[in-house]
């Protein structure tokens, strides 16, 4: 079986857990520290906050620029379910616009003209590892004076030449899930240039408090563990290599699959967190690799305004509606080799024969 997401966990970070249970210290204690450390500086921003997962990370990030009830955020219709559920879950409401021409990420100019007085942020995800366009994002938004979270949970050192993913709004947010482009097991981060995001963040993640037991405002338990960013810590040093292997196996595909299927674009940095084809024979083509035991992911198969959490806050974005029934993931991970590589391309192709 060649597995569509692969972890790769080895004997460094195991001895590094190792370490942390022996030491005593578990959690939001100093391999966190070390952490955030050293992800702002791979970033290249002035904080980094570590939180317990990407859905965490977007709250926080929300209500720190002032996200709260009566506000609009704007932001994708496709994207997983917490790209919306946050915005939710600070009080305000999901304006979804459409995507652009050729490409999963938002249109800068719907952006633009979906701006209100109620607009508070606006959150593009930077989907599948590509970052949006956000040179024209942030025109359109600094315009308006609203902030731009970026939603970069897919997208770890992405890089389009002005800067990495993370460094390019007033905050970005990361997943650390097993199956990104580095891992903690389960985690998030935030990460800013604002001193003030950054304090809010830390008393919200750690139930408002400022110094110990003095508590400034509500807040939550969303702490990361010791546990969690001693692998995390392992995981970014080997981040960029890992990328390094996402983007050969990719322009592998890339070259050719080009005659029998929609392929992505390597633009804007792209990290390839996945390789996206689009297929009218989606469906049967799926069918085809997974009776030769070849993994494959649909992501996503329906809109964010179609479950039903989000029905209230529908609208018309046809770009984005033509992309459900014709997506479909092929394993991109830095753990294939090259015959899984090859085994993925003939079975495509052999599908594009016989189709």
Known sequence: MIPIAKPLIGD??????????????????????????????????????????GTTALHLALLAAGVG????????????????SSIRMAGATPVFVDLEQDGYALDPAAVAVAITPRTKAVVPVHLYGELCDMDALREACDAAQVPVIEDACQSHGADAGNGRAGSLGAAGCFSFYPTKNMTTGEGGMVTTDDDAIADTVSQLRAHGEGERYEHQRLGFNYRMTDIAAAIGRVQLRKLDGYNAARRANAQRYSAELADCVQVPGARRGHVFHQYTIQSDARDALREHLAARDIGNGIYYPSLLYEARPLAEFAAPTPRAAALPPRVLSLPVHPGLS????GAV??????????A
Do not use: M
């Not at 370490?19 to 939001?28: D, F, H, K, M, N």
């Not at 090259?338 to 590589?341: A, G, L």
């Not at 391309?345 to 016989?354: E, K, L």
């Open 12 to 53: 460094e970070e195991q001895r590094e857990v190792a370490r942390v249970l022996s030491s005593g210290s578990l959690a939001q204690g100093p391999e966190v520290k070390a952490f955030e450390r050293e992800f702002a500086a791979y970033c290249g921003t002035k904080h980094a906050l570590a939180t317990t997962n």
């Open 69 to 84: 009830p009566g506000d609009e955020v704007i932001t994708t219709p496709f994207s997983f379910f917490s790209s919306a």
């Open 338 to 341: 090259n015959d899984d590589v």
């Open 345 to 354: 391309i003939g079975a495509v192709r052999d599908f594009a024969r016989t």
